[in-house]
């Protein structure tokens, strides 16, 4: 097994910083190149690496690839870098590809935008308290003018009761264990490291395509590339981040599941609308998964993720096909042998480390609560941050192969009921559909709206420590 270089990683692949629950995110722009080569030669003995455990705070930091452009490498080097990262998550096919539609058009974007400047930088600033993260913040802010960046947007994070998500479901029970670091799990959810990190071998046995260098500058600095003679691995340690700001409609989530549910007397069923939402979520409030707890929930299966599908929920009696933990990662569900079937989804597997952001619409973040509360202003939702070593194969493989297909495993005209997008191009739609199967009469529900609405969202490059190094010296 390959030996991770933990200090040559970005912390925030590795360790996702629980214990540090203050956060935010700065996108900035490169208003003068040269003198924001020289803020990054300061800014990378602040990095944290991956090896670093303990500590009050913690910086990580990541590049467009239109910021690598400005900073100087060359269109020998660029042209190493991935197409998706090149394009962007903007342009016209990628909103095809994505599903990016209606409210969730890049036009209306606040940040990151086909209307709004192009983001160059991308500073992640976390703390363990709220004043040492205005302590880091005003640190940083007080070096852009000087440095030749322009602050277009601070993105602000909130921490919610009992490690919830805005809708009041437990967040981030799902995550992949990465081979060769101390935590054990079961053998279906140990990825290797090359799926997420760059320069350690993927689930295929190889090592994902990385971005290559061969100046003098990179011969000093960085390791060589395994498979190209004369080259330097400018990938190695490095990952793909995907950022995407998702605004969450609290209170129409929990008005729908109320209105879908209500009794012979036309009064809220509290049981039933509860179990809806579960079913198209895939787990109850509290964690549960459906498939284990399908009628009821159990807090005793709160954090229970060593399930499968195949044996128990062939028909999607339990956990709705649509639901959208089994988009997500369909684990042993997909339409094959259950080993073939595993392996298969294990290569679409991302490494997810967001953050919630606005107040909570309740501080209980109970489904009851929600529904009486008066003052439901204020944006909230989710920065959605992941990792992954290709873009395409991992990232936008799920949102439009699995999350928005109408046609996932064998649906007929249903997208994710938490995350998709209902507007598309080839209808006059504006919501979905979403069923539940029964041995006997299924349920169909009409009308889904759309939950969740793209703010704003970029790609970007975050290189190992070293690469930074030879970045900065360019």
């Known amino acids: 097994m390959e030996t991770l270089e933990l200090k040559d990683i970005q912390g925030i692949i590795i360790r996702g910083y629980a214990n540090m629950p203050a956060a935010e995110f700065l996108i900035l722009k490169i208003s003068d190149a040269s003198l924001a080569k020289k803020w990054l030669q300061l800014m990378t003995d602040q990095i944290t690496p991956a090896d670093e455990k303990k500590g009050n705070s913690a910086v990580n930091i990541a590049f467009t690839y239109k910021a690598?452009?400005?900073?100087?490498?060359?269109?020998?080097?660029?042209?190493?870098?991935?197409?998706?990262?090149?394009?962007?998550?903007?342009?016209?096919?990628?909103?095809?590809?994505?599903?990016d539609y209606g409210t969730s058009d890049p036009e209306n974007w606040e940040w990151g935008g086909s209307k709004s400047e192009a983001v160059d930088v991308l500073s992640m600033l976390y703390a363990v308290d709220i004043d040492t993260l205005r302590s880091l913040h005003q640190k940083q802010i007080s070096q852009l003018d000087e440095y030749g960046l322009v602050e277009l947007k601070t993105l602000d994070t909130s921490v919610l009761y009992k490690r919830k998500e805005h809708f009041g479901f437990q967040d981030g029970i799902s995550q992949p264990t990465i081979k060769g670091l101390s935590r054990e799990d079961v053998p279906e959810n140990m990825i290797t490291a090359g799926e997420f990190i760059l320069?350690?071998?993927?689930?295929?046995?190889?090592?994902?395509?990385?971005?290559?260098?061969?100046?003098?500058?990179?011969?000093?600095?960085?390791?060589?590339?395994?498979?190209?003679q004369g080259k330097y691995d400018l990938g190695k340690n490095g990952s793909y981040l995907v950022f995407r700001q998702l605004q969450q409609d609290v209170g129409l989530f929990?008005?729908?599941?109320?209105?879908?549910?209500?009794?012979?007397?036309?009064?809220?069923?509290?049981?039933?609308?509860?179990?809806?939402?579960?079913?198209m979520v895939g787990r109850w409030p509290g964690g549960a998964p459906v498939v284990v707890c399908p009628d009821e929930e159990k807090t005793d299966h709160n954090d229970d993720n060593k399930f499968d599908y195949r044996k128990v929920d062939e028909l999607?009696?339990?956990?709705?096909?649509?639901?959208?933990?089994?988009?997500?990662?369909?684990?042993?569900?997909?339409?094959?042998?259950?080993?073939?079937?595993?392996?298969?989804?294990?290569?679409?597997?991302?490494?997810?480390?967001?953050?919630?952001?606005g107040?909570?619409?309740?501080?209980?973040?109970?489904?009851?609560?929600?529904?009486?509360?008066?003052?439901?202003?204020?944006?909230?939702?989710?920065?959605?941050?992941?990792?992954?070593a290709d873009i395409g194969r991992q990232f936008e493989f799920i949102q439009n192969a699995w999350a928005n297909n109408p046609k996932f495993n064998?649906?007929?005209?249903?997208?994710?009921?938490?995350?998709?997008?209902?507007?598309?191009?080839?209808?006059?739609?504006?919501?979905?559909?979403?069923?539940?199967?029964d041995k006997n009469l299924r349920k169909r529900f009409t009308d889904v709206p759309e939950?969740?609405?793209?703010?704003?969202?970029?790609?970007?490059?975050?290189?190992?420590?070293?690469?930074?190094?030879?970045?900065?010296?360019?």
Request: charged share 25%; with cysteine.
């Open 199 to 228: 320069g350690y071998k993927n689930e295929y046995n190889q090592y994902t395509p990385t971005p290559l260098a061969a100046d003098a500058n990179a011969s000093k600095i960085l390791p060589r590339a395994t498979e190209e």
């Open 359 to 388: 107040q909570p619409v309740t501080e209980t973040m109970d489904p009851h609560d929600i529904l009486k509360a008066k003052d439901i202003e204020g944006e909230r939702g989710l920065h959605f941050v992941c990792f992954n």
């Open 451 to 474: 939950f969740v609405t793209v703010k704003g969202g970029a790609y970007f490059f975050m290189p190992g420590i070293k690469a930074l190094k030879y970045i900065s010296w360019l």
């Open 68 to 99: 690598l452009s400005a900073l100087g490498l060359t269109a020998e080097t660029l042209d190493t870098f991935p197409m998706e990262l090149e394009d962007g998550m903007n342009t016209k096919h990628k909103q095809f590809f994505l599903g």
């Open 254 to 279: 929990w008005k729908y599941m109320e209105k879908c549910t209500l009794d012979e007397k036309g009064e809220c069923n509290s049981r039933e609308m509860v179990k809806l939402a579960a079913k």
């Open 316 to 357: 999607g009696l339990k956990c709705p096909f649509a639901s959208h933990i089994r988009r997500s990662h369909p684990r042993d569900s997909l339409d094959m042998d259950r080993g073939a079937a595993i392996k298969v989804a294990n290569k679409h597997r991302i490494l997810r480390r967001g953050r919630s952001y």
């Open 410 to 437: 064998g649906l007929h005209d249903e997208r994710d009921p938490i995350t998709g997008n209902h507007s598309h191009p080839e209808n006059n739609k504006s919501s979905g559909t979403f069923t539940i199967p």
